[in-house]
């Protein structure tokens, strides 16, 4: 929920607590599919031989149902693998224990859609 990040940046802003963030642009990209799924060619990459011939995708692209939650169940298992655990009860939210160190890792989605951010 919005309201959590809200508060993890107000206690790290009030603590003075490094803050980093990254934009992933390419990120639904990387999701993989557990289904077949079907496209017909884009335009601009149809061959006369291999016209009205269609493609079977090997990862999830933007626009398909599955894109974000294929890329979030890949997402979550290689940050697993840094060690981060998920917070049950807010599933965006990762914690990290390292000595003394507390790491906190936050993941937003953001999608634009016709010039309009939604969350």
């Known amino acids: 929920m919005f309201k959590s990040i809200r508060i993890l940046l107000a ?9 980093w963030q990254m934009d992933v642009k390419t990120a639904f990209l990387n999701g993989k599919l557990e289904e077949d799924v079907y496209m017909t060619q884009p335009e601009g990459f149809e061959t006369p ?10 990862r999830s692209i933007y626009g398909l149902k599955q894109a974000s939650r294929s ?9 697993k693998e840094f060690g981060f655990i ?23 989605i953001l999608v634009k859609v016709t010039g309009q951010q939604l969350m």
């Open 86 to 108: 998920r917070n049950e009860d807010e599933p965006c939210v990762y914690k990290k224990f390292s000595g003394s160190i507390v790491s906190f890792l936050i993941l937003q």
């Open 71 to 79: 890329w979030n169940l890949r997402f979550n298992d290689a940050i």
């Open 11 to 19: 206690v790290a802003a009030f603590n003075d607590y490094e803050i």
């Open 49 to 58: 031989e291999n016209a009205g011939k269609i493609c079977k995708l090997q």
